[in-house]
């Protein structure tokens, strides 16, 4: 496995540069890149989340691509402009979005990104899948998860609203208040319990 690109906790690259696929290797076809370099649609995918643009990120999209949520195993998000509305509500929520890290091994590319969601701090990872030089499956992990809980309080409701579903749109945004509500508080007020620097010995101090 290749690392092509680290950050410091600012978000900022280091000396790690990418290294490998030349930009603009392949040949277009309607404004998109086919059977171009890796390096091509990564780059654009990055640009487009770091911008908070859904419509630039969606361009490093294949036409079949499978977006798995990391907030639930009920569904997927398929083809390119279910994925690209997804995007357009997450990138509402989830704000100031920065990489920090690149890996890189064949055909796959893991990303680590961090961002807020309110006044919390958001980490996620992303696992693309590419196939032909474009972004053919998604795999989303996240932490913490007060932040998570956020993140889904924010979205859903922005996602039915999107589609025309105002009466689901209100459901939803009561529905994720409760867990939200709750993870809040057991992180502020119980969580800090389990400390292992207030528990040493087996006792709490």
């Known amino acids: 496995m290749q690392l092509v690109r680290q950050a410091d906790h600012h978000g900022q690259p280091d000396a790690f540069r990418r290294t490998g696929w030349p930009i603009g290797s392949g040949h277009h076809r309607h404004g998109r890149t086919v059977g171009g370099g890796v390096n091509d649609m990564v780059e654009r995918w990055r640009e487009g989340v770091e911008s908070g643009d859904a419509h630039v990120a969606a361009e490093a999209l294949a036409d079949d691509v499978k977006l798995v949520s990391p907030l639930t195993d009920r569904f997927a998000f398929r083809g390119r402009n279910d994925v690209e509305e997804l995007l357009t509500g997450v990138f509402e929520v989830f704000t100031g979005i920065r990489f920090a890290a690149e890996l890189r091994q064949g055909d796959l590319v893991v990303l680590r990104a961090r961002g807020t969601v309110g006044k ?48 689901t749109s209100l459901l939803l945004g009561a529905a994720s208040a409760l867990p939200d509500t709750v993870v809040a508080s057991g992180d502020r007020v119980f969580m800090p319990l389990a400390d292992p620097a207030r528990t040493r010995g087996g006792s709490i101090h």
């Open 120 to 167: 919390l701090d958001l980490e996620e990872t992303q696992f693309l899948d590419l196939e032909r030089g474009l972004i053919r499956h998604v795999t989303i992990m996240m932490r913490p998860l007060p932040a998570i809980t956020h993140l889904l309080r924010g979205l859903a409701p922005r996602v039915a609203r999107r589609r025309g579903l105002r009466a």
